[in-house]
């Protein structure tokens, strides 16, 4: 396994209210942070709050290039950004879910419970479970 050293660039916290981060994303002008009752917007340049959106935000946070993605136990919601609004609901895999990404136009997310990664087609809906190569 290649590992290789990282360097951290900027910290950014703590901030007022939250007492964990559950998820984070970047939509090319803010960082996104899941804080368990709502998602909160912080420009990366200042690290100044910009405003939050009242979601159940416990796990992972992702972005589309237009929407964000949010676990909230066992679904997904696809939310508007601009507005606040949910739009829609997947399911989550296995009833629950703990990571989430967007990547080459598919959800990615982690289930820790049973070492599984599920690429999901967020227009179908539709879930296909990737295993986790077993722990040695």
């Not at 508007?80 to 080459?104: N, Q």
């Amino acid at each position: 396994m290649n590992q290789s050293a990282a360097e951290i660039v900027r910290e950014y916290g703590p901030f007022p209210g939250v007492d964990q981060v559950h998820g984070v994303t970047y939509d090319g002008q803010h960082v996104w942070l899941a804080v368990g009752d709502r998602l909160i917007a912080f420009d990366p340049a200042t690290g100044k709050t910009l405003r939050s959106i009242a979601v159940a935000a416990n796990a992972g946070t992702a972005f589309d290039g237009r929407h964000l993605f949010q676990i909230d136990g066992d679904r997904i919601q696809k939310i508007d950004p601009k507005t606040g609004r949910v739009l829609a609901t997947i399911p989550a895999p296995g009833g629950g879910c703990s990571g989430l990404t967007w990547a080459e136009g598919m959800l990615w997310v982690g289930q820790y419970r049973d070492r599984k990664i599920y690429q999901i087609d967020p227009r179908q809906g539709r879930f296909f479970a990737r295993s986790s190569p077993s722990a040695s």
